[in-house]
C-alpha cells in the first residue's frame, strides 16, 4: 500500500493544530500516511504497534513520538475492549519559524528538534506527564498565538530531554523512493497478520516480490538488520504483552507468539530482555 498524502487543515490565521484522538472500539485506523506537517502525538489510551518509517515497533499509554516532516507512519493498536486516545500537535515549521533558516536566534534548540525529528524521535514514558498538561493547553488554546506559545513551550522542554532515540534509520529517505516505501508497508502488514504462523524467508519474499536471497539483502539495506532478528524481536514484544496482560502460562504465550519450540522462545527472550520470561512476569507484576 503505496502512502497516502494527509492535508492538514491549518488555519490561514497560525502555523499549529491540536486536538485529542478518540477511537471506542480501541483501535486506531493504521492508515499509513505522510503530510509537510511535523507531528507530536502522545498515546493516552490503548497499546499495539507503531511504525515509522522503516521502523516498527510495539507502543503503551504514554507513548510520545515527534515524527519529521513527510515520514510515513501510522499506529495499529491491539484491541483491548477500551476506546483508544490520543493527543496530536501537527505544525508547520516555516510558518512557526521553526525551519533551518528561522529568523529567531534563541530558538535554534528547537529548530536542531525539528531537524531531528526527520528520523522521528521517541522520549522516555516519563516525559508523558510534564509534556501531556501542555499539549492538553494547545487543544484548548482560544487564540492562534496561545496554541504558539504552548507549543513552543512543549519544544523547548523536549530539546532538553536527555533519552530520547531516533526511529528510522539512517538510510530512509522519507517519501523519496515510494516504491521501496510499499514493499516495507506490505511486508510490515503481512507479518503484523501473520506474526503466530510460520513465516519463512521464502513466504514473506515472495510478498514483497523479490527472490528469498534479493529480499534478505533488501531488507537488511532497508532496516540495518536481518530479517531472522527483526522477526524475533518482534515476538518478543508480543510475548512481553501477553506476559504482563494475561495468565496464559509461558509455554503458552511462546507459542502465541509465533515460536516454534519453548527452548527457542527462552533463549531468545533472555537474550533481548536480560530476563527469562517467568522473571519478566514476576518484576512487572512487582512494579504495579
Not at 511486508?187 to 503466530?196: D, F, G, K, M, T
Request: glycine residues 10%.
Amino acid at each position: 500500500m503505496r502512502p497516502q498524502f494527509e492535508k492538514v487543515p491549518l488555519s490561514t490565521e497560525g502555523g499549529s493544530l491540536a486536538f485529542e484522538r478518540v477511537w471506542p472500539k480501541g483501535r486506531f485506523d493504521g492508515r499509513w500516511h505522510f503530510h509537510p506537517e511535523v507531528e507530536l502525538t502522545l498515546i493516552l489510551e490503548g497499546r499495539g504497534r507503531r511504525v515509522v518509517g522503516d521502523h516498527l515497533e510495539s507502543f503503551v499509554e504514554g507513548d510520545l513520538v515527534l515524527i519529521g516532516a513527510n515520514l510515513p507512519h501510522f499506529w495499529q493498536t491491539v484491541d483491548t475492549g477500551r476506546k483508544a486516545r490520543a493527543v496530536v500537535v501537527q505544525f508547520s515549521a516555516e510558518r512557526c519559524g521553526l525551519a533551518a533558516d528561522g529568523p529567531v536566534a534563541e530558538w535554534e534548540p528547537l529548530r536542531r528538534l525539528v531537524a531531528a525529528s526527520g528520523r522521528g524521535l521517541k522520549f522516555p514514558p516519563s516525559c508523558a506527564s510534564r509534556i501531556g498538561g501542555s499539549m492538553k493547553e494547545m487543544v484548548r488554546a482560544e487564540t492562534p498565538a496561545d496554541r504558539l506559545i504552548a507549543l513552543l513551550t512543549v519544544l523547548s522542554s523536549l530539546a532538553g530531554i536527555e533519552g530520547r532515540r531516533a526511529l528510522a534509520s539512517v538510510r530512509h529517505a522519507p517519501t523519496l523512493d515510494r516504491r521501496a516505501e510499499e514493499r516495507l508497508q506490505r511486508v510490515y502488514s503481512h507479518v503484523l497478520a501473520h506474526l503466530q504462523d510460520d513465516l519463512s524467508l521464502a513466504s514473506v519474499a515472495k510478498v514483497a516480490g523479490l527472490s528469498r536471497e534479493g529480499f534478505s539483502r533488501y531488507f537488511k539495506r532497508a532496516t540495518g538488520r536481518w530479517f531472522s532478528d527483526f522477526l524475533g524481536e518482534l515476538r518478543v514484544q508480543e510475548a512481553r504483552r501477553q506476559l504482563v496482560e494475561t495468565q496464559h502460562r509461558v509455554a503458552d504465550v511462546a507459542f502465541a507468539s509465533g515460536f516454534g519450540t519453548l527452548g527457542h522462545f527462552n533463549r531468545r527472550f533472555l537474550a533481548l530482555t536480560g530476563r527469562t520470561p517467568r522473571q519478566y512476569r514476576d518484576d512487572r507484576r512487582a512494579s504495579v
